[in-house]
């Protein structure tokens, strides 16, 4: 059971810059997948980017390419997603999940093995 675990969350006003990190345990980091997600009020959890379990391919959502940056360290099992010149709409709950040997580019849900349980974004002045 591989268990994955957010952090890096928190209030940040538009146009700055936070780090969220995805500790994962319990399974081979180097094989997974891993993507993250955000979810904000009333709205369905949507893709934001992935990275490959290679750390050679990652895809982002039309609605951050250019801010944000997915990456990974095989070396300390952790994802880290890079969140530059945000902005009021960026404000969510996000997400990482784990896939075995997945894509870097948007699955349907149901398809990621493992999530985390998420952490808080705020962008607010």
């Known amino acids: 059971q591989v268990r994955l675990v957010e952090s890096g969350g928190g209030m940040v006003q538009p146009g700055g810059s936070l780090r969220l990190s995805c500790v994962t345990s319990g399974g081979s980091f180097s094989t997974y997948t891993v993507a993250w997600f955000r979810q904000a009020p009333g709205k369905e959890r949507e893709f934001v980017g992935a990275?490959?379990?290679?750390?050679?391919?990652?895809h982002y959502a039309e609605s951050v390419e250019g801010r944000f940056t997915v990456s990974r360290d095989n070396g300390v099992n952790t994802a880290y997603l890079q969140l530059n010149s945000v902005k009021p709409e960026d404000t969510a709950v996000y997400y990482c999940a784990a896939e075995r040997w997945g894509v870097s580019y948007p699955r349907p849900l149901e398809r990621y093995d493992f999530w985390g349980q998420g952490t808080q974004v705020t962008v607010s002045s």
């Open positions: 990275i490959d379990y290679s750390g050679t391919s990652s």
